[in-house]
């Protein structure tokens, strides 16, 4: 599920919109996206025409990076808050939550591991989109963006071995620790009594309780167009 930023978002609203989704809706995997007018799109010319400033180098336009302004996030604060979200969402006690859940509801907790294994440490260990990561990330010091010097081989390949060395002990370690964690759940016998407040189905009355419904900025701007 992706999430979405609204021009009237700050860091503090899309930190408030984090925690209550991790409360109240039932959601294991969360992606996040910069809103990006794509070249060509309608989104692209209806913010040329407004004479909104936009990034010229269009290898930005993967909706990873920053292209566009914001009126209420300067680029360096929605850059921040973008790295940021990942870690708010993929915290050590809601992969447990989630974890629980999955147990709880008889989804599959060994394909659920696997999945938050990647969307907890790809945006921290290689800064981009979880859906673009691997095992083993290839480099080449002749791979260089025009108008950067060819990088020096004899401190590149030590730097990248490093680098990968690091990577990996890092991902080995939460491996060890969601395995760990799964295991816990398997042996706990109270483990399908866990209830957790995400799935509670919503009835006549009590949907004005949640802040999902009433306090995010994408839910007041859907009941004012309704």
């Not at 990647?118 to 981009?128: A, C, Q």
């Amino acid at each position: 599920m992706p999430l979405s930023i609204f021009p009237e978002d700050t860091p503090e609203t899309i930190r408030r919109d984090i925690e209550i989704i991790k409360k109240e809706l039932a959601v294991d995997a969360l992606e996040f996206f910069c809103l990006t007018p794509l070249p060509g799109s309608e989104d692209h010319q209806t913010v040329w025409k407004r004479g909104v400033a936009m990034d010229l180098d269009l290898n930005k336009y993967d909706v990873e990076h920053v292209c566009t302004a914001h009126p209420r996030m300067s680029k360096q604060e929605w850059e921040a808050i973008y790295d940021e979200a990942w870690s708010l969402y993929y915290t050590p006690q809601h992969i447990e939550a989630l974890m629980r859940r999955a147990a709880a509801t008889g989804v599959l907790m060994r394909s659920l591991a696997t999945t938050l294994l990647t969307f907890s440490t790809t945006i921290r260990l290689e800064k981009v989109h979880p859906l673009q990561s691997g095992l083993l990330r290839l480099k080449s010091p002749s791979e260089r963006r025009p108008g950067l010097p060819r990088a020096n081989p004899w401190v590149f390949w030590p730097g990248f071995s490093w680098e990968t060395l690091r990577k990996h002990v890092d991902l080995a370690l939460t491996v060890w620790r969601l395995a760990r964690l799964r295991k816990a759940i398997e042996r706990d016998p109270n483990a399908l009594a866990y209830v957790y407040q995400a799935p509670a189905p919503i009835r006549d009355g009590n949907d004005g309780i949640l802040d999902l419904l009433t306090k995010t900025i994408g839910s007041r701007a859907a009941l004012a167009r309704a």
